[in-house]
Structure formats: structure tokens, C-alpha cells
């Protein structure tokens, strides 16, 4: 057996999949073939999920059978609603509601009893956790402003609902369909941590709701989906010390902070989507405030021409201008990070579907460097 360390297993190969492929040194993302930029451009973020899971893109009848059947399992139970509004009163954070949401979900799973070996089951039961995932965000929102949720709307797309239930108002068509395209491209990327993390679960042939809520937890973190958060969190300091950018981004460098939005493990160019999320960015500044997006480029080209970060490969990622994107849809900043997880669901639970078909237990072993002979000291003589 090789004892080569990979830490943080940076370029261990530990699957096959037909899903995603990123190469990082172009910059491109393909899911299932398809380029993003064409995804994102021409699709919804149903068509995406169909093509993640039924492993084509639909026709127009079946997507919309798909889309209607999703929109039917929207409703969280009553119990899940009250959850939301306790954990809302207890000023819990976002991210931590929605994964106790999500475990929460499988108390009323009607195919419970199901064989956890029968995939087509785990599919709908991942279906479902997908179709509610937005009617339990938005709830904990609305009880957050001391408001009521609202009921999904089923004529409504996942991502217009969504709007829809989080304001009580439906978005207008440059709004839905700039969330859609945000969820597009959130919704796979090879074997991330929070999609490695559901797939380690779902090895151990755990049910899907451990292996999404599993996947949840491990996004949160600031070194992945919480960095969009934390984006929007540093533009805001920014524009509140009355700072130039620059002068800001200088200090930080200079005391060695890390820029979030900036970096990746696998990308050594600008992520395919930051680009895109970008051009999205500029159109929603050109029609309203055009603050954020300036200080954003203002950051990058200075921490890309001046700092010479991208020739150490480091460029920004995904996370680097979704922010700019949400706050000018109205979304709050502490919801950026759920909206990530809400897309990724369907990423998650086309891995672990994936893995499930040829599963092997997910198990590595960790180089030992403790002691090896310890002489035990019973309790009462140490
Ligand atoms: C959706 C997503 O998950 S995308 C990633 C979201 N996370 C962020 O944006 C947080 C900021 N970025 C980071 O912390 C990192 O780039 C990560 C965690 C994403 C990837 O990190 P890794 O692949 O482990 O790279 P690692 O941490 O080894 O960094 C390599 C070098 O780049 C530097 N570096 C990496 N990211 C940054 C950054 N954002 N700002 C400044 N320097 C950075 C590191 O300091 C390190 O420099 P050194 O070799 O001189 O010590
Ligand atoms: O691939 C990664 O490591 C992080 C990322 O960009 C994602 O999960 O979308």
C-alpha cells in the first residue's frame, strides 16, 4: 500500500463520475458535457436537476412532469414550520436551521420504510428534500422578520417561488431568472467537501436526508460555501470605513489575511462562474446601485494586476461575486450561504445516487504519529 500523505487529500482520485469535470487550468466547468456558460445561459435550474439525475436533459414534456411533481412536494410539515419559527426566536443562524430542517424532513418521509438499497426511492426521496428545502429557508426568514411564511405558489419555478416566499411579493423576470441562473451554477462541482462529505455518508449506505444534512454542515464552513457570506461581510466593511478599496485590500494582504472569494483547490484561473455571476453583477448595478460590483472589480483587478495573485493561482471563485449578485436582489447576507446549499442539494444527491450504484465503503486511513508504548496507569495511581 502506498504511504504517500495527501493532505486534505488534494488530488487523490476516490471515484469515477459522469457528472462534473472542472479543468483548472482553463477555467472550464462541464456538467454532464454541457458547458456551464450554455447551461446557465439557455436552461433552468430544473432542466440542470433532471440532467444531474435522470443523466440527460429533458424533453419538454418530461420537464415539465418533473417541474410540476417537484412543485407538488413543496410543503414542509406543520412541526418543520414551528422548528423554523423557535429556532428564529432563538436567533439561530441560517445554515444551522436548514440542517436541522433537513433532518427534520425525514420524520415525514412517506417512503421511510424503503430498502435503502432501492435508488430510484433515494431519488424521490431526494426530490423531495430538494422541493422543500426553499419553503423551510424562506419560513425561517419570515419568522425572522416576524412575519408569517408564505405558501409556495406551484405555478411558480423553484427559484420565483423562492423569491416569492421569502418577500411575499413575485419577482419580477430579471430577478428570477438571475436567481435561476445563480442556482445553475451552484448546483455541481466535482468532489467538493460538502459533496465528498454526503458522499462518505451515503457509502455507509446511511439514508439520503444524513447524507444531504451531512452535506449541509460541511458547506457552512468559511473555506467553502460560507466564503460567499463573508464576501459580501468585507465589502461592507469596506464601504463602512469610508476607506478606499485599495487602501483596505493593501492592509489586509499585508497582515496576511485571506481575501475571501479568492483561491481554490483545483482552480488556478478565474472560476467559470465568477465570471458569469460577474456579467450578471454589472447588468443589475447598470439598472440600480453599481457600488458593489465597483468595489468588487476595483479588489480584483488590483489584487490580480498589482498583487500578482493570479500568476500564484489564485483568482476569484464562485463565491467572489454572487455576493454583489444576491444584495442586489434584496437577499439578505446570512442567507447567501443556504441559497448555495438549496442549489447544491441536487449535486449532493446525484453523487451519492452516482457512488450508491457501485458503492464501496468510503474509508481512508491516516498516517500514525503517536506513541507506541505507553505503560497504562490505572485512574487512581495517576
Ligand atoms: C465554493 C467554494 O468552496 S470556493 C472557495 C471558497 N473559499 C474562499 O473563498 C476562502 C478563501 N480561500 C481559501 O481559503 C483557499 O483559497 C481555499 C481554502 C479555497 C483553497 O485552499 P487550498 O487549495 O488548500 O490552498 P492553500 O490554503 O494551500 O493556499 C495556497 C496558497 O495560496 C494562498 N491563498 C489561498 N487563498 C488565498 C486568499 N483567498 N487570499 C490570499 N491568499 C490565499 C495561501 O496563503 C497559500 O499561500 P502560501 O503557499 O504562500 O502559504
Ligand atoms: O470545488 C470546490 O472545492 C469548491 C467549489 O468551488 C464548489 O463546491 O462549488
Same mark, same amino acid.
Given at each position: ?15 469515477? +463520475?459522469?457528472?462534473? +469535470? ?34 440527460? *436533459? ?44 433537513? #433532518? ?32 423551510? *429557508? ?55 467537501? +460538502? ?24 458547506? +457552512? ?19 463602512? #470605513? ?52 465597483? !468595489?468588487?472589480?476595483? !479588489? ?21 461575486? #454572487? ?29 451519492? *445516487? ?29
Amino acid at each position: 500500500m502506498a504511504d504517500d500523505l495527501k493532505k486534505g487529500l488534494e488530488g487523490v482520485l476516490v471515484a469515477e +463520475s459522469d457528472l462534473s +469535470s472542472i479543468d483548472g487550468d482553463e477555467g472550464r466547468l462541464i456538467y454532464r458535457g454541457y458547458e456551464i456558460e450554455d447551461l446557465a445561459r439557455g436552461a433552468s435550474y430544473e432542466e440542470v436537476l433532471y440532467l444531474l439525475w435522470h443523466g440527460r *436533459l429533458p424533453g419538454e414534456d418530461e420537464l415539465a412532469e418533473f417541474a410540476d411533481a417537484m412543485a407538488t412536494e413543496r410543503e414542509v410539515d406543520d412541526d418543520v414550520l414551528a422548528t423554523m419559527e423557535r429556532l428564529a426566536e432563538a436567533d439561530e443562524r441560517p445554515m444551522a436551521a436548514l440542517r436541522t430542517a433537513v #433532518s427534520m424532513f425525514s420524520a415525514y418521509e412517506p417512503e421511510d420504510e424503503a430498502d435503502p438499497d432501492d435508488l430510484e426511492a433515494t431519488l424521490r426521496k431526494g426530490r423531495r428534500i430538494t422541493a422543500k428545502i426553499p419553503t423551510a *429557508l424562506a419560513a425561517f426568514e419570515r419568522y425572522r422578520l416576524g412575519e408569517e411564511p408564505v405558501d409556495p405558489d406551484p405555478d411558480l419555478g423553484l427559484a420565483a417561488n423562492f423569491l416569492y416566499m421569502l418577500t411575499g411579493e413575485q419577482p419580477d423576470d430579471v430577478a428570477a431568472e438571475t436567481f435561476d441562473q445563480a442556482l445553475i451554477l451552484h448546483a455541481d462541482h466535482g468532489l467538493n467537501a +460538502s459533496t465528498f462529505t454526503s458522499m462518505v455518508i451515503g457509502s455507509t449506505m446511511a439514508d439520503i436526508y444524513s447524507a444531504v444534512t451531512g452535506g449541509v454542515a460541511a458547506l +457552512s464552513g468559511p473555506l467553502h460555501g460560507g466564503a460567499n457570506q463573508d464576501v459580501m461581510e468585507v465589502l461592507m466593511e469596506i464601504d463602512e #470605513s469610508g476607506k478606499d478599496p485599495l487602501e483596505w485590500v493593501e492592509e489586509a494582504t499585508d497582515e496576511g489575511r485571506r481575501i475571501p472569494g479568492f483561491g481554490h483547490r483545483v482552480y488556478n484561473v478565474k472560476d467559470p462562474r465568477a465570471k458569469i455571476l460577474q456579467e450578471r453583477s454589472k447588468e443589475l448595478a447598470d439598472n440600480g446601485d453599481d457600488k458593489w460590483y465597483e !468595489i468588487t472589480t476595483t !479588489i480584483e483587478d488590483y489584487l490580480t494586476e498589482e498583487k500578482g495573485l493570479v500568476e500564484k493561482g489564485i483568482a476569484p471563485n464562485v463565491d467572489f461575486y #454572487s455576493g454583489s449578485v444576491y444584495y442586489q436582489l434584496g437577499i439578505p447576507i446570512d442567507m447567501y450561504t443556504p441559497i448555495f446549499a438549496m442549489s447544491r442539494a441536487g449535486g449532493w444527491i446525484a453523487h451519492v *445516487l452516482e457512488y450508491q450504484e457501485d458503492n464501496r465503503l468510503i474509508r481512508p486511513r491516516a498516517r500514525y504519529t503517536g506513541s507506541e508504548d505507553e505503560e497504562f496507569v490505572p485512574l487512581g495511581e495517576r
